[in-house]
């Protein structure tokens, strides 16, 4: 089992498989000019199923798969089906920006991975374009109700945005009302796609809840796990629910239960601070797995108690590392 410097067990990794992506989301990557790493780089899929087998070994029982976008990477099923024979590993997740998920879904269905979190962040064609940069907003459309009425346990992941998509708050839960969804709001962090710092941001937890109640004052809230991130709430009359992630609010930093690996192999054990060691070199060496869990272990034994405490790692409030590095 891995247990932190302050007591936290650490049983989820978020593993993100590469920093590619085929959209630009404006608050995650700048629209060109992307210095992505070279392929070598890039953990391989062989490494990146040695990785999670070791931290599975160590305790790790949930994994979700991050990026980038995941699915361009050609051989993720490779390392899905992988992760599938793990023993020990109870949940396998993906979030998605459910672009290229089609020809997946069946093969998803069967090796029985049914948690999916897809990011979308407009109902509306135009406002969606605006955001991504791209073009694909009936593809995800499509995908997405697609993984919904097939029966996967469907999350979609909201950004709210100032200026961009808070018209669409309302809407997206009306249109989400008759699915059996939970459509999560987050508060947007001032990764470098963006340039905002964290005190200029408008639409915090307290905020999007309040415009929420506003039209929908007959809601509840729902018990959650101590170690979820968001607070989950049902409106009166919707099949599904809706949540708050107070990403730079971090009311949840007392229970965090994460370990990041990046596509470079990069270990991060708080979002908010800057990478610990790196394990491409070491997997990549004679005694890979010993020295990965002696790193693993002395990375985790040093993790920063609060966001708040780990983000004075970095020298300026927009942090100097993107979220297609570092799989959000
Ligand atoms: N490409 C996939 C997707 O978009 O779902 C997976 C990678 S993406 C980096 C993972 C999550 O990070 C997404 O839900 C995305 O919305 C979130 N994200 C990216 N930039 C962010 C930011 N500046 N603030 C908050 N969340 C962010
Ligand atoms: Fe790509 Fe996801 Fe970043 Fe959007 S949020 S640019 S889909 S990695």
């Known amino acids: 089992m891995l247990i932190d410097n302050h007591n936290r067990k650490i049983n989820y990794l978020r593993l993100a498989v590469t920093d590619r992506c085929n959209l630009r989301c404006n608050y995650c990557m700048p629209s060109e000019g992307i210095d992505f790493v070279k392929n070598d780089k890039l953990l391989s899929i062989k490494e990146l199923i040695q990785v999670s087998r070791i931290l599975v070994d160590q305790g790790i029982d949930k994994i979700r798969i991050t990026g980038g976008e995941p699915f361009v990477r050609k051989d993720l099923m490779v390392l899905l089906r992988e992760l599938t024979k793990m023993n ?22 069967q090796l029985g991975i049914k948690n999916i979190n897809v990011s979308l962040d407009s109902i509306n064609r135009d406002t969606f374009e605006r955001i991504t940069r791209r073009n694909q907003f009936d593809t995800v459309h499509n995908n997405l109700i697609r993984l919904i009425t097939e029966g996967f346990n469907v999350r979609i992941n909201f950004i709210v945005l100032d200026g961009q998509n808070e018209q669409d708050i ?19 962090m001032p990764f470098n796609g963006g340039s905002k710092n964290f005190a200029s941001i408008k639409w915090n937890y307290k905020a999007i809840l309040e415009h929420i109640n506003k039209e929908y004052p007959d809601f509840e809230k729902l018990e959650s796990p101590d170690t979820s991130t968001s607070i989950n709430y049902k409106i009166k009359g919707h099949k599904g629910t809706f949540g708050i992630i107070p990403s730079f609010s971090r009311t949840f930093c007392g229970s965090c239960n994460r370990l990041r690996v990046t596509a470079t192999g990069d270990v991060i054990t708080c979002l908010y601070g800057k990478p610990k060691t790196n394990l491409r070199d070491i997997v990549r060496s004679n005694s890979a797995e010993e020295n990965i869990k002696s790193a693993i272990l002395t990375a985790i034994g040093s993790r920063a108690k609060t966001g708040f405490d780990a983000q004075k790692e970095h020298s300026t409030t927009v942090f100097d590392n993107s979220m297609t590095s570092i799989g959000g």
Not at 92 to 108: K, R, W
Not at 170 to 188: A, Q, T
């Open 88 to 109: 020990g590993l109870d949940d396998i997740s993906v979030t998605t920006n459910a672009t290229l998920i089609g020809p997946y879904i069946d093969e998803l269905k």
């Open 170 to 188: 309302l809407p997206i839960l009306e249109v989400m009302k008759h699915y059996n969804v939970s459509v999560r709001f987050l508060e947007e």
